[in-house]
């Protein structure tokens, strides 16, 4: 069975700030990893996925996430918060044909 | 590409009644359909899985006979919410994937379900 874990439901960084969303995760065979973006009263857009090979994954709009086996870990980070990336994140793993989801993480982003 | 489209995106009705909602891919066959239940500020919960001309399975506590679900074609997955309730009130999200397993989920863009 599959399960992922964020940590901290809200993060609040400065533009121009880091941004680091914590995503642990449990899977008993190799995990296909995704962050999704939502913004309000819209569906997910991914950000990123991670399945095989490089373990540093570069998705849209400046998002990365490094998967991390011995931490159970795939961390989405941004060098420079923007104001537009202000909205909820999910993590999730997939197993057979489901996702599961994390709880989400809100980003708000200080001007 | 890959792109998938719900009608509505909201809806209102009064309890009681059954209101449908539709789940298009546009540019691809979607061999496999899911639909999803979000409560405000909560995560997506999978409430069933659909493969086109098969009955859908469906998540441990969801009510087949109040959530029906239907997947003719490649192209179209509807979700029926019978006799609805104020409960029932939610964000519904569907996605779909080419193949069976293991294969990218596209997500729509949510429909709005408020029950009066």
């Known amino acids: 069975a599959q399960s992922v874990t964020q940590l901290g439901s809200h993060v609040s960084v400065s533009e121009g700030a880091l941004v680091l969303l914590r995503c642990n995760y449990s899977?008993?065979?190799?995990?296909?990893l995704f962050w999704y973006v939502q913004y309000p009263n819209q569906g997910l857009q991914l950000l990123l996925k991670?399945?095989?090979?490089?373990?540093l994954v570069k998705g849209i709009n400046g998002f990365e996430a490094e998967f991390k086996k011995s931490e159970t870990s795939f961390h989405l980070t941004k060098p420079s918060a923007h104001m537009s990336d202000a909205a909820e994140y999910f993590c999730?793993?997939?197993?057979?044909?489901?996702?599961?989801f994390g709880q989400g993480t809100r980003l708000t982003i200080n001007p | 590409g890959a792109v998938v489209s719900q009608h509505p995106s909201w809806v209102i009705c009064k309890s009681g009644t059954s209101v449908k909602i539709e789940c298009r891919s546009l540019?691809?066959?979607?061999?496999?359909m899911f639909w999803y239940r979000q409560f405000p500020k909560q995560s997506l919960m999978l409430m069933a899985t659909?493969?086109?001309?098969?009955?859908?399975?469906?998540e441990q506590g969801v009510e087949k006979d109040k959530f029906l679900i239907n997947h003719a074609s490649l192209t179209l997955s509807t979700l029926t919410v019978t006799s609805a309730h104020p409960e029932d009130s939610s964000f519904y999200i569907c996605?779909?994937?080419?193949?069976?397993?293991?294969?990218?989920?596209?997500f729509g863009p949510g429909t709005r379900l408020t029950v009066l």
């Open positions: 996605s779909a994937a080419e193949g069976v397993t293991n294969n990218e989920q596209f």
């Open positions: 899977s008993s065979v190799p995990p296909y």
């Open positions: 991670y399945t095989t090979g490089a373990t």
């Open positions: 999730a793993v997939q197993g057979a044909q489901k996702l599961v």
């Open positions: 540019d691809f066959q979607a061999t496999t």
């Open positions: 659909s493969n086109e001309g098969s009955k859908a399975t469906y």
